[in-house]
Each structure stands twice: as structure tokens, then as C-alpha cells.
């Protein structure tokens, strides 16, 4: 049996970790699975067949002059630690997630790391990496925030090249790279997320034990990038009661959003719920799920409230929201940062209950074709 290094920063709650967690318990059915680690955050089932190994274990929550430190000083060291914990396992192809990893993995392979080399892009590397256009009063992070945009795109152009495959997880991902990054489209194919359908289906039916259950959901990290504050203002400007909206997550504005609640007087229709392992019974007990990011790379959330037969609304963000839900045919689309076109549209589900009713009826359906089964099965295809 061959064997397979899957490498990425951490198992910690987000996206591409979840992602990894459902990959997994296929992979392992036909490679000898070695997941590779920079930190030891982990949030997600492993299978008791896949080997753990950590190349360092830094901190997820460091500081962004740490991570820029790190970015341009520990590339090669981790390099050089990466190739030797392959060399000692005798590896014969990787599959590498998120960016750092990438660029430690391929430039690995500069060192003389030998195998099959596929890697993930995750989000639209120029939107992602185009600065600081949401912090623009704080000098020093804009600062930070080009300089590190600069450093990553260089990065980018310089080693993905080096790459023999690189799977993107949206069409705009893919189109991203090779218009803006000079990769050869040869290169780049797509490959969806991976969700695994049965453990929602279990997971959405968890009992529910609170007292607050809002009408909207919004599920995310708390940031600029995420824009819950838009959210929260569009509650304030909706005069009914049923407008309530719960926020699960975590994040560097948990205090700000606190006070815009408390400003705008609305603490008895909008919550920050904190963090839960199963966000699944969370978007069961809502009726709309909110998305109001001004960029991601797919996001995992909007398919997981496919999947659990939930109307969505979403800014029309890069990448992947337009992909999945089309022209308004599996959920509502507004444009980034229209608190406006937000807020009609909320209104729009609360005054029609059919609206709801016709995009739950397919939902699930249009979630399906990212079931993890299906997933994996193309990914060992690529692999190969």
C-alpha cells in the first residue's frame, strides 16, 4: 500500500480541517495515511488507522507580526523538518492544504523531497492577499496586512508552479490562479469540498437545549472579513419581532459586536453563541442561514445548510457563492457589504413562508453532490 502525507496547519475548527476530517476514512482505505501537522488544535475525528506527526506546534491564535516573522524566517527550517519526517516515513505522494503548508511542502521539494506533489487553494489568493481594504484607520495593520499580501503573492507565483497538481475548490479559485498567478491551466483542475452527509444527518437531530432559537443563523469566525456587524445593524433596522439572529463563532471583534448589540439596544434578538463542536443542530433549529462575507475561498457553511434543507442568504463574495447557488435558484444573493439588499432580503423570508419552503424542497439534493464518497473517489484519481 502506498503512502499518503496529508499536510496542513492544524485540525483546529475551520473549514478545510472539517474538510480533511471527511477525506480521511476513504483515503485510508487505499494509501497508508500520514497526517502532518504545525499545531496540535484538534477538533475533528482522525480515523485510529491515520498517523499523526508534527513538524513544530505553534500557536493558531499568534500574533500577525509573529505569523509575517515567521512567514519570510521559518519557511526553509520547516522545509527542511517536512522532507525529513517524509524521507523517514518513505512518503510516495502529498496532498497539502492551506498556504503555509503549501509553500513549506514545495519548497521541500526544492530541497530534494521526492514524491507526487498535490496541493489545495483554498480561498481566491488575489482577494485574499489584496491587503488591508477593511482596516484601513489601523496604519499598522494595513501595513502589516500589505506587506504580508505582497510577501504571499510572491510566494504563489513563485512556488505553486513547482506543484504537479493544484486542486482548487471553486471555479473562481481556479480562474484566479491562472489569469492572475501565471499558472498553467493544465495545472489546475476543480475539486469540491468534501461533506460527510451521514454524520450530518445524525448531527442536526442532537437535542437542542436553549431557549433562544432565532430565525437567522450565521456561522464564522468573528472578523472583518465575516462582516457580522452588517448583520446585526440589518436586525436593528427590521421592526419585527421574529428578526432574530444568533452568531456562532469566535474571533478578534467578539468585544466590538458586543457593543454594537448593546448600542443599537438589541440583546433580546441577537446573541453571540460562542463556539459548539455540532453547529449542525444550530442551523436545524434556524430557518434562514446568513452569510455576509466579503470574500472566501468556498464556503463550507453555505453546502452544510444545503444540506441540512435550510434556505440561505449570502453576499455574492469571491469565490464560490454564485457557484453554488446560481442565479438565486438555491438561496438568495446580494451584493458585498449592501446592508440594504441584506436586510429586503431577510424581510423578504420573514413576511413569505413559501420563499423558505421553496428553496428547503431542494436543498439537500444540491448538497449531495458534495458528499465526501464522491469527493475522495476524485481525489485518489488525482492523486494517482
Known amino acids: ?15 478545510a480541517e472539517r474538510v480533511v476530517s471527511n477525506l480521511l476514512k476513504h483515503l485510508k482505505q487505499d494509501y497508508q495515511v500520514h497526517l502532518v501537522l504545525m499545531s496540535d488544535v484538534i477538533s475533528y475525528p482522525i480515523p485510529n488507522e491515520v498517523s499523526v506527526h508534527f513538524i513544530e506546534k505553534s500557536d493558531p491564535y499568534e500574533s500577525g507580526v509573529k505569523k509575517l516573522f515567521r512567514l519570510f524566517f521559518a519557511l526553509p527550517y520547516l522545509a527542511i523538518r517536512y522532507k525529513k519526517i517524509c524521507q523517514k516515513l518513505k512518503i ?57 499580501g505582497c510577501a504571499n503573492k510572491f510566494l504563489v507565483k513563485f512556488l505553486y508552479p513547482k506543484a504537479d497538481l493544484i486542486l482548487a475548490n471553486a471555479k473562481g479559485n481556479a480562474d484566479d490562479l491562472i489569469q492572475n498567478f501565471n499558472i498553467k491551466a493544465e495545472k489546475v483542475v476543480v475539486l ?30 468573528l472578523d472583518s ?25 469566535k474571533g478578534p471583534l467578539e468585544n466590538e459586536l458586543k457593543q454594537l448589540i448593546d448600542e443599537l439596544g438589541v440583546n433580546e434578538r441577537v446573541r453571540l453563541l460562542g463556539v459548539d463542536k455540532n453547529p449542525f443542530k444550530h442551523i436545524k433549529n434556524a430557518k434562514v442561514l446568513l452569510c455576509a462575507s466579503r470574500f472566501e475561498g ?3 457553511v453555505l453546502i452544510e445548510a444545503l444540506a441540512c434543507e435550510k434556505t440561505i442568504i449570502s453576499t455574492d463574495h469571491k469565490s464560490g457563492a454564485r457557484e453554488l447557488i446560481g442565479d ?30 421553496k428553496y428547503e424542497a431542494k436543498a439537500y439534493t444540491k448538497a449531495s453532490e458534495f458528499d465526501s464518497k464522491r469527493v475522495a473517489k476524485k481525489l485518489i484519481e488525482f492523486l494517482r
Open 225 to 249: 472579513g465575516k462582516n457580522q456587524a452588517m448583520l446585526i445593524r440589518a436586525i436593528a433596522s427590521i421592526d419585527n419581532a421574529r428578526a432574530t439572529l444568533g452568531i456562532l463563532g
Open 192 to 221: 469540491e469540498n468534501a461533506l460527510s452527509l451521514d454524520e450530518i444527518s445524525k448531527l442536526k437531530n442532537e437535542p437542542f437545549n436553549s431557549d433562544f432559537k432565532p430565525f437567522f443563523i450565521n456561522i464564522g469566525r
Open 92 to 148: 510516495d505522494t502529498h496532498f497539502v492544504l492551506m498556504n503555509r503548508p503549501c509553500y513549506i511542502a514545495i519548497m521541500a521539494r526544492l530541497f530534494g523531497l521526492k514524491g507526487r506533489m498535490v496541493i489545495s487553494e483554498r480561498s481566491c489568493p488575489s482577494v485574499i492577499y489584496g491587503g488591508s481594504s477593511f482596516n484601513k484607520n489601523d496604519k499598522k495593520t494595513t501595513f502589516l496586512a500589505d506587506l504580508a
Open 328 to 357: 438565486d435558484e438555491y438561496g438568495i444573493l446580494v451584493p458585498v457589504d449592501d446592508e440594504n439588499a441584506m436586510r429586503k432580503a431577510m424581510i423578504s423570508v420573514l413576511d413569505d413562508e413559501q420563499k423558505c419552503a
Open 1 to 15: 500500500m502506498k503512502k499518503l502525507s496529508v499536510f496542513l496547519y492544524s485540525m483546529g475548527p475551520g473549514g
Open 298 to 300: 468556498f464556503s463550507n
